[in-house]
């Protein structure tokens, strides 16, 4: 079956820090690919998606790229702000099914 | 649009009593979920409904628990009797009907048994 894998956290950085959480999948036919945020006390928000090989996701400076050939989705940023601080999801969306797939979710923590 | 609302925000109730969380869906979305969401297990899938239907409910606990959409803009999940390890953030979401789509998410119901 489906399934997502996220590397474990709390990843912790200082403000400006270049921000990469890592994510691999597995799944069946050609999956659509997505990051969520969710900040505390907060539902899960979308944060950026990719449906189709190398194509790239952005938003809020984060970006993500679908890559095929090593099954990943790794979410990058520049410089992370202390309002990054947050909890992060990987998940996939098989053509084949409308049941969603996430991972465990990484948490985030910025410092000043 | 207002997205995902969720009622109530905050819920506390004695074990034994039933508990009803309300979702009312972006308009024009075909897919209603329900998660849990704790610690321990992280994110649950606990049924998905498809233009008011129950789809898949193999992640509903146990009978204690129900779902119902009785109409496209109104879906409740309820737990009777309630118990203290039902305490969880319940969250609600939706989506349009196509795998490109992402899902809008509720502000969930913290659940609290005591």
């Known amino acids: 079956g489906d399934s997502v894998t996220q590397m474990e956290g709390p990843v912790t950085l200082s403000e400006e820090a270049f921000l990469t959480i890592n994510c691999t999948y597995t799944?069946?036919?050609?999956?659509?690919l997505f990051w969520y945020v969710q900040y505390p006390g907060e539902g899960l928000q979308l944060l950026l998606k990719?449906?189709?090989?190398?194509d790239k996701g952005s938003n809020k400076g984060f970006e993500a790229t679908y890559r095929k050939e090593t099954t990943s989705f790794h979410l990058e940023k520049g410089s992370v702000q202390v309002s990054d601080s947050a909890v992060y999801f990987c998940a996939l969306r098989s053509g084949g099914s409308y049941i969603p797939t996430f991972g465990r979710g990484t948490s985030l923590i910025v410092h000043p | 649009d207002a997205g995902v609302i969720q009622s109530p925000r905050h819920e506390v109730t004695e074990m034994g009593q039933e508990v009803t969380l309300r979702c009312k869906p972006i308009s024009g979305h075909d897919y209603l979920f329900w998660y849990r969401q704790t610690m321990m297990r992280g994110l649950e899938l606990l049924i998905y409904?498809?233009?008011?239907?129950?789809?898949?409910d193999s992640g509903m606990p146990e009978d204690r628990f129900s779902a119902k959409m009785p109409n496209a803009s109104f879906s409740t999940l309820k737990i009777q009797p309630s118990e203290p390890r039902d305490s969880a953030v319940y969250f609600c979401?939706?989506?349009?009907?196509?795998?490109?789509?992402?899902?809008?998410f509720g502000s969930g119901t913290r659940l609290t048994v005591v």
């Open positions: 409904f498809n233009n008011n239907v129950p789809i898949d």
């Open positions: 799944a069946t036919g050609y999956p659509s």
């Open positions: 979401a939706s989506s349009q009907d196509s795998s490109n789509y992402g899902y809008t």
């Open positions: 990719a449906t189709k090989a190398d």
